[in-house]
């Protein structure tokens, strides 16, 4: 069974930082692909950033280019989300995400429905 386990939300003030770390488990295959979404409250969830394990390929969505910064640690199946100079619109919740990866089409940013197992997620509060 796959599981996620995020971690590292919180609450900072405008031009803060927070790292945010996804622990996937039970992934049988050695490359899938992984995403950070969120959810700011009363808009749709949308994809933040992803990678594919064990390769080059990854994705950042436009309004986080410069500040937000992702890293994989294969060995640990962990991805690292470091957040920098947070803005009160980065306010929501944050989902860590897997899915399979057959090649293919590489989607930027990441689509909920590329993605077949989801995390409970972790709360972001940005005051300004």
């Known amino acids: 069974e796959v599981q996620l386990m995020e971690s590292g939300g919180g609450s900072v003030q405008a031009g803060g930082s927070l790292r945010l770390t996804c622990v996937v488990s039970?992934?049988?295959?050695?490359?899938?692909?992984v995403a950070w979404f969120r959810q700011i409250p009363g808009l749709e969830r949308e994809g933040v950033v992803s990678?594919?394990?064990?390769?080059?390929?990854?994705c950042q969505a436009d309004f986080v280019k410069g500040r937000f910064t992702t890293s994989q640690d294969n060995a640990k199946s962990v991805l690292t989300l470091q957040m920098n100079s947070l803005q009160s619109e980065d306010t929501g919740m944050y989902y860590c995400a897997a899915g399979r990866w057959s090649g293919g089409t590489w989607t930027c940013p990441p689509l909920v429905h590329d993605y077949n197992y989801w995390g409970q997620g972790t709360q972001v509060t940005v005051s300004s």
């Open positions: 990678i594919v394990t064990g390769s080059d390929i990854s």
């Open positions: 039970g992934y049988t295959s050695s490359n899938y692909r």
